[in-house]
């Protein structure tokens, strides 16, 4: 039964989540976090840092990692397949229109209107993960987490290395939170 659950949920967010992983990340929080209550608003933002650092795409390391939590290695591939199956479904059917398509000022209206949605669901992510809306739940983000977030800003500004700045961060957590 807990396939089935993982299968529909992660159905829903890959057919759902429009604009790639971090625009994914408030539709997957609200349906494994809040609907579905597998894993805490902690556990989630640990699974984002995670599948952050990690090569490919965040919304399919995200569902390895909760499909793993909740159901271990067979979960995992179940929430896997079941968030990259509309997206290659959706591709495999466009693919044939797409030279026809690809001109078409409707389709290039309707995407440039995405745009911007795209734009609010990923700082809906941010804020759902700032400030967490479950029960007694408090958010995650401290002052540490705000200093290294400034730190890590300039540092970015500063046009240093981004696996420097990954590694380095990953240091601090360590050593701040352990």
Not at 140 to 158: C, E, K, N, Q
Request: hydrophobic share 55%.
């Amino acid at each position: 039964m807990i396939y089935l659950q993982l299968f529909i949920s992660y159905l829903k967010i890959g057919f759902f989540g429009f604009g790639g992983g971090y625009a994914m990340l408030s539709l997957i929080q609200h349906e494994i976090v809040e609907e579905q209550g597998w894993i805490t608003v902690s556990q989630f933002a640990d699974i984002v840092a995670i599948s952050q650092m990690t090569p490919g795409p965040i919304a399919i390391n995200s569902a390895t990692y909760i499909g793993y939590t909740v159901a271990g290695f067979w979960g995992s591939v179940v929430a896997t397949v079941a968030v990259c199956l509309p997206a290659l479904t959706v591709m495999l059917a466009l693919t044939k229109f797409f030279i026809r398509l690809k001109d078409n000022k409707y389709m290039h209206s309707t995407l440039t209107a995405m745009k911007p949605v795209v734009v609010g669901m990923i700082i809906a992510a941010a804020l759902l993960l700032i400030f967490p809306q479950q029960g007694d739940q408090s958010s995650f983000i401290d002052h540490w987490s705000w200093i290294l977030f400034g730190l890590t800003l300039y540092a970015s500004y500063r046009k240093v290395n981004p696996i420097l700045l990954i590694v380095l961060s990953a240091i601090a957590g360590i050593v701040i939170y352990s």
